[in-house]
């Protein structure tokens, strides 16, 4: 079993920066790591992946204001948020996943078999 512990959630006004943090329980440099977010009532969205051969992908609603990226040395996941925005209002979650996944299936959290708790994310106008 792999646990997920996300921080670095909070509140912070349109324009601003979070920077989201997940520390695993176990070595995770063969996994695949990536950050949903999903909203109340709503499906879980994927965010960004960063594969294990350390490239990344982000969906085009972050793509040049988000960053992912890990440090496996210190098993943990990271996602730079800049120029926030409300409609980044939601609970972002860290995902694992114990095996190489690409060709557009590490956008599915069916593929992912460990999760954090969530961080709630709140972006005022």
């Known amino acids: 079993q792999v646990q997920l512990v996300e ?8 324009g601003g920066s979070l ?13 695949t790591m990536a950050w949903f977010r999903q909203a109340l009532g709503k499906e879980r969205d994927w965010v ?12 085009d609603s ?11 040395a210190k098993n ?3 996602l730079q948020m ?8 939601y609970m972002y979650y860290c ?3 114990s095996w190489g996944l690409g060709g557009g299936y590490e956008v599915l959290p069916t593929q992912y078999s460990y ?8 972006v005022s106008s």
């Open 95 to 97: 995902a694992a996943a």
């Open 62 to 72: 972050v793509k040049g204001r988000f960053t992912i990226s890990r440090d496996n």
């Open 82 to 89: 800049n120029s926030l925005k409300p409609e980044d209002t």
């Open 19 to 31: 920077r989201l943090s997940c520390v695993a329980s176990t070595y995770t440099a063969r996994y």
């Open 115 to 122: 999760w954090g708790q969530g961080t709630q994310v709140t």
């Open 48 to 59: 960004a992946t960063a594969y294990t051969d350390h490239t990344t992908s982000h969906a």
């Open 7 to 14: 921080s670095g959630g909070g509140s912070v006004q349109a």
């Open 76 to 78: 943990t996941l990271y």
